[in-house]
Structures are given as C-alpha cells and as structure tokens.
T-cell receptor, first 113, second 110 residues
Framework: GQNIDQPTEMTATEGAIVQINCTYQ??????LFWYQQHAGEAPTFLSY????GLEEKGRFSSFLSRSKGYSYLLLKELQMKDSASYLC??????????????FGRGTSLIVHP | DTGVSQDPRHKITKRGQNVTFRCDPI?????LYWYRQTLGQGPEFLTY????????KSRLLSDRFSAERPKGSFSTLEIQRTEQGDSAMYLC????????FGPGTRLTVL
C-alpha cells in the first residue's frame, strides 16, 4: 500500500505564493493527482503528473520527482477563495492489477488578508 | 448536467437499519469508485468497478458493505446493520484519467 504524507495545515497571505508538499511510497506508481476541496463540498481536480517535471496551469503548478517520491503543488497570487483543503492522491497498481488512487489526509490552507 | 450525481444527499438513520445510496457517473466513464470521508481526513477507498465488474474492494470494508453496478452504468452502495462508526460522507467518483467526484451522501447514524 501507499504511505502519503502532507502537512496538516498551512497559512499564507493574500497575493503570496505557497508550496504544499507531498511525499509518498508506492510499489507500482502510475500517476499523482492534486485535488482542491472546499468545506462541505466534493474534491475537484487540479492537476495530474505522471512524468517528472513541472506542469503549469494558470496560477497552479504541480511538480513530480518519481525517484524521490515527492510532489508539490504551487499556488501563486493567492486569493481568499483559495482557502480550502488540498489533497494529494497517488495512483498505484494493486495486487489485482487495477490502478486505484489513494488519498493523503489533505492540507488545510488558510489564506488571510 | 453531465457531472456525477448521487442520491440522497443526506441520510439520517437509526443504528441497525440498512441504507442504500445511488451514484450516476459521467456516461462515458467506465471506471467508478466509492470512497468514504470523515472530518479532517482524505477520502478512503472502498471499492472500484470497471464497467459492471467489481475489481477491487478495500480489505477494511466489512461484510456489511456491498456494492453493485449491474449494467455498467449507475452503482449502488448498501450498508446493512448500520453502526455509529459508519457516519461519514460517502463519495462516488468516475474517471477516464482524473476522477470526477459527485457531491456525496452524508450519512448520520444515530
């Protein structure tokens, strides 16, 4: 199984940049996802990395290093609406041959003025 | 609306009762997942379907839980003899690559 670790909580200032780290251990890595989840709502997809490197999408970027079992989500020009939980999910190959995303506990980001 | 839908959105039941939840995935998605989420935690995997075949089931899932996807379209999750520890948000997701989540069913067991 996976061991996915991400910080429990982070705080940042509106307009700033924040980096949320995720480390993992897998046996059959097949991609890493980042999701945003506002309180009381379902997770929504932010980014997907399967190869090493940086993927940029507007204010959000995600980085992956497979050899280090490490990813980060970078949020630029923070806005108050970015206050949410950010979930790191790793898709791993199961003993049965399926690929199942497993989620970390999430990082609660608080953006203050 | 072509997103994932779930019904009901909220369910309050007494301990010992059976409950059933429904998920309608995005129509062209052949992969369907059920997760459970409690406050302050990430979604916890329960079970996975590819088309109508249930290919994975979490070993944490007791035999009180059963899921079906009879025609490879909608899916149901049934919990028998509910316990207070079953209180959680039950999320359904469908995918081709990234997962699209439904709004969830919030279960409260009294």
């Amino acid at each position: 199984g996976q061991n996915i670790d991400q910080p429990t909580e982070m705080t940042a200032t509106e307009g700033a940049i924040v980096q949320i780290n995720c480390t993992y251990q897998t046996s059959g890595f097949n991609g890493l996802f980042w999701y945003q989840q506002h309180a009381g709502e379902a997770p929504t997809f932010l980014s997907y990395n399967v190869l090493d490197g940086l993927e940029e999408k507007g204010r959000f970027s995600s980085f992956l290093s497979r050899s280090k079992g490490y990813s980060y989500l970078l949020l630029k020009e923070l806005q108050m609406k970015d206050s949410a939980s950010y979930l790191c999910a790793v898709r791993d190959r199961t003993a049965g041959g399926s690929y199942i995303p497993t989620f970390g506990r999430g990082t609660s980001l608080i953006v203050h003025p | 609306d072509t997103g994932v839908s779930q019904d009901p959105r909220h369910k309050i039941t007494k301990r010992g009762q059976n409950v059933t939840f429904r998920c309608d995935p995005i129509s062209e998605h052949n992969r369907l997942y059920w997760y459970r989420q409690t406050l302050g935690q990430g979604p916890e995997f329960l079970t996975y379907f590819q088309n109508e075949a249930q290919l994975e089931k979490s070993r944490l899932l007791s035999d009180r839980f059963s899921a079906e996807r009879p025609k490879g379209s909608f899916s149901t999750l049934e919990i028998q003899r509910t316990e207070q520890g079953d209180s959680a948000m039950y999320l359904c997701a469908s995918s081709l690559t990234e997962q699209f989540f439904g709004p969830g069913t919030r279960l409260t067991v009294l």
